[in-house]
């Protein structure tokens, strides 16, 4: 940046595709440094969101992939509301996220999934989760209904093979896509501190900034619902774990009881209010929570909250001793994962977990992090 | 020979008077305040050249004194205009002064000896006191003395005075005034004008910082306006030109000044108001004039330095005098509690991350806003200036024919572009009244 025989190639191309990909107001940006000025990030973490926004409108690619702060943006939008000129940069990050994250992935399927249309995405995500219907409902019935007969629900390792396998592919994608974004993000930045420093580093941010967030009410109610969906699924991950390595915890009745249902619930309710503040949008709402946000993110919300459902649907059936119908939920549960797993979580949204861990463990190696 | 009235005494409407005047028509300027002269009187500088404002206004404003066909109407207000090009009728509201001034000599005897002494003075933005019978500033045209009626002991007296007193209260400009001038019986009057042509050069005011509670304007002591800035440096200011700091009286070792408040930002203003890059650049210069050892920086989204001699301005005061410039906009300034100094908060763009500087004064550049408010029959643009008939080939025409517009509250600009407008206007008002010939009265 600061190099004056430095040569950087533009690609004039990249501010109509990242509008396209949801950064509307990219270019009423006139580069005034508010949004970075009143971010409760910046205090603490050495970035310039105002920067990615001018790598953005001149398509300075090379600079944008290797870009961390829009990985590091959370999108409370304090940076929408007292921007002058009336664009919203946290809505421009989002989309330059997108852009990031179609470069990072090697298969193209990201930049389809991130470029079509909601209608395109439901009807692929439909067609594969009619193919993972029908192994289920079509392949395993018999076994279903046989296992449905002994009126107990004992998941035998066989149901489990399809979605174990559409999730060791998405984790190849995953990794590899995550390899590439390391690269891209590490190159120009020394590292200046070891690894352990650099996780104490996010660690005591992380919880500074969240503190912080907490005392605002509308950042508080983005928080508590991410929060909710990341222990929703942390707590399945941990549930299929231990059931792996350690089976004999279901027998424990009560604890592994009270496990699964906070489970479900908290992933239902994590997914479900975000998706019902979108259906009642009104101009005033934040971005995040308007209708006409982009289709991926929509998708994020659409593919979770069906599993959420079923899960809930599995233990209450199951409680219920309806055993045939707690089944068929499972079943139902299955297929729903293996779209998501296949598309969402290998290739949509889900896929900023991965990205900002590695763009925060640059940037604290790289001593962006101030104050430590 | 049919009459022009221009409402608004200020350097624009001063210079269409006098060009009207020098053809022989005869010329109404009606003002709001008890003096001529505009925002132009307020400033102790001009940019490029850093002539003494009031050095080169004030010759102006003595001129319109020596045209018999230059009438003044001072602290008035126009109420309502009707008719068409060559004869509009206007009504002229006639705030009292409660003095006479056939009789007045502008000696200022009364202004001493007023007993009231805490009222804020608008001439030096509240940053000084006046009494409450005042003659506006030392160089007034007409140099007339006013009684502020909200203030005075004997229009406007305390509750509990007045119930104590038997007879009226003090009268003690009164009894002082060598003229016999004072006259507490005053009413408002209405004069009624046929007038061939109308120029409005009703000027702007100052945005209100207030409105930004982020830059703790009015909150915090050591944050001044650029214009409360300009009375400070002025000689004739509440500190016979001492910069000192409102907390605590000493001079101010560093001082940043903050661009584009108000200006440029559609939560605002979405305007650019011009004068600004140059009026902060302008009273840097004026503070190291005046502090050899201080530290003057100013924070600007873009420099605008478009007239004539206005770079070479701008070049001087980077190398001659040392004024840094640095790209970004302040979006916070925070008062340390113990030393009343400010931080301000903002991104360096040109080192890419938020930085926070510490200053012991700040001035913020805040944008104007027309004078637009009249009851003028004339078309206004969105954000509030009166709408030019053709920007490009008909500058100073407005949407109705006769009214012409000058200065500030047609678009923002500086003194020279509102000077050029006026002689412009002038001779297209003249046009229309020497087409016209219709008489002219004043009815009581």
């Known amino acids: 940046m600061n190099g004056g025989s430095e040569f950087i190639s533009v690609n004039p191309d990249v501010n109509r595709t990242v509008i396209t990909l949801g950064g509307k107001s990219l270019l009423e940006c006139y580069q005034c440094g508010s949004c970075t000025a009143v971010c409760p990030l910046s205090e603490a973490l050495d970035v310039s969101f105002r920067r990615a926004i001018r790598y953005t409108q001149l398509g300075v690619e090379e600079k944008i992939l290797g870009d961390i702060s829009p990985w590091s943006c959370n999108l409370h939008g304090d940076c929408t509301d007292s921007c002058p000129r009336g664009a919203s940069p946290s809505e421009i990050l989002a989309a330059i996220r997108r852009y990031q994250s179609i470069k990072y992935d090697w298969t193209g399927i990201a930049k389809w999934w991130n470029n079509s249309s909601l209608m395109a995405k439901l009807f692929v995500y439909s067609a594969l989760l009619a193919l993972s219907l029908l192994i289920f409902f079509g392949y395993y019935w018999q076994k279903i209904l046989s296992y449905a007969s002994t009126g107990k629900l004992v998941v035998f390792s066989e149901l489990l093979i399809p979605v174990a396998v559409a999730f060791f592919v998405s984790l190849v994608f995953l990794a590899s896509n995550g390899y590439r974004a390391y690269k891209f993000m590490s190159k120009d930045k020394k590292a200046k501190i070891g690894f352990i420093k650099s996780l104490r580093v996010i660690a005591s941010f992380f919880m500074k900034l969240e503190t912080e967030a907490m005392g605002v009410p509308h950042k508080r109610e983005r928080i508590l619902e991410h929060a909710l969906i990341l222990i929703g699924i942390g707590l399945f991950i941990l549930l299929g774990a231990l059931y792996l390595i350690y089976p004999k915890f279901f027998d424990y009745e009560v604890i592994s009881r009270a496990l699964i249902y906070s489970a479900s619930l908290t992933l239902l309710i994590g997914v479900g209010s975000p998706l019902i503040k979108r259906l009642g949008s009104s101009e005033k709402t934040h971005w995040y929570y308007k209708r006409f946000t982009h289709s991926v993110d929509w998708m994020s919300l659409l593919t979770l909250f069906p599993i959420a459902v079923m899960a809930l649907l599995l233990f209450i059936f199951y409680d219920l001793s309806m055993i045939l119908y707690a089944y068929i939920a499972f079943a139902l549960l299955l297929s729903f994962l293996i779209p998501f797993l296949l598309l969402e979580f290998a290739f949509g949204k889900h896929t900023h977990w991965l990205y900002k861990v590695i763009a925060y463990y640059i940037g604290a190696r790289a001593g962006y992090f101030r104050g430590e | ?444």
């Open chain 2, 1 to 444: 020979m049919s009459s022009v009235l221009i409402i608004g005494g200020g350097v624009a409407g001063i210079q269409a008077a006098l060009d009207l005047a020098e053809q022989g028509i005869e010329v109404y300027l009606v003002d709001k305040a008890p003096s001529v002269g505009g925002k132009m009187a307020y400033l102790d500088k001009t940019f490029p050249t850093l002539d003494c404002a009031l050095c080169i206004l004030a010759p102006k404003m003595a001129a319109l004194l020596r045209y018999p066909n230059i009438k003044l109407i001072m602290n008035s207000e126009v109420q309502d205009v009707s008719g068409r090009a060559g004869n509009f009728k206007v009504k002229i509201l006639k705030k009292p002064t409660y003095v006479d001034w056939s009789k007045c000599n502008g000696c200022a005897v009364c202004t001493e000896k007023c007993p009231v002494k805490d009222v804020p003075n608008e001439y030096n933005m509240g940053l000084s006191n006046r009494r409450a019978i005042y003659i506006m500033f030392p160089q007034a045209v007409p140099k007339r003395a006013i009684i502020d009626a909200e203030h005075c002991m004997r229009l406007n007296p305390p509750p509990k005075a007045k119930e104590k007193a038997k007879g009226p209260l003090c009268g003690v400009c009164q009894r002082v005034c060598p003229t016999k001038a004072i006259d507490y019986e005053q009413k408002p009057e209405i004069i009624e004008l046929n007038v061939a042509s109308l120029i409005i050069a009703t000027g702007m005011e100052l945005y209100d910082p207030r409105n930004m509670p982020e830059l703790g304007y009015g909150k915090h002591q050591n944050v001044y306006t650029n214009l409360e800035f300009e009375r400070l440096v002025s000689a004739t200011g509440p500190t016979n030109g001492e910069i000192v700091r409102k907390s605590d009286g000493k001079h101010p070792k560093k001082i940043a000044w903050i661009q584009c408040v108000g200006s440029r930002d559609i939560r605002f203003n979405h305007y650019c108001s011009a004068y600004c890059c140059m009026a902060a650049t302008k009273q840097a210069i004026l503070a190291k004039e005046h502090l050899s050892d201080v530290q003057c920086t100013i924070y600007y989204m873009d420099i605008r330095a478009f007239g004539k001699g206005f770079n070479e301005f701008l070049e001087r005061a980077k190398k001659e005098f040392g004024i840094n410039y640095i790209r970004g906009k302040v979006v916070r300034i925070d008062e340390i509690p113990e030393t009343k100094n400010l931080k301000i908060i903002y991104e360096d763009t040109a080192e890419s991350y938020l930085k926070m500087d510490e200053y012991d004064m700040v001035v913020l550049s805040v944008a104007i806003t027309p004078n637009s408010k009249l009851p003028v029959p004339v078309e206004l643009t969105e954000d509030g200036f009166i709408k030019m008939k053709d920007p490009y080939l008909d500058p100073v025409s407005t949407s109705a024919e006769g009214i012409f517009v000058v200065g500030a509250v047609a678009g923002a600009k500086d003194i020279p572009d509102s000077v050029t407008e006026a002689s412009a206007a002038a001779a297209r008002a003249a046009l229309i009244a020497k087409r016209f010939s219709c008489p002219t009265e004043v009815v009581k």
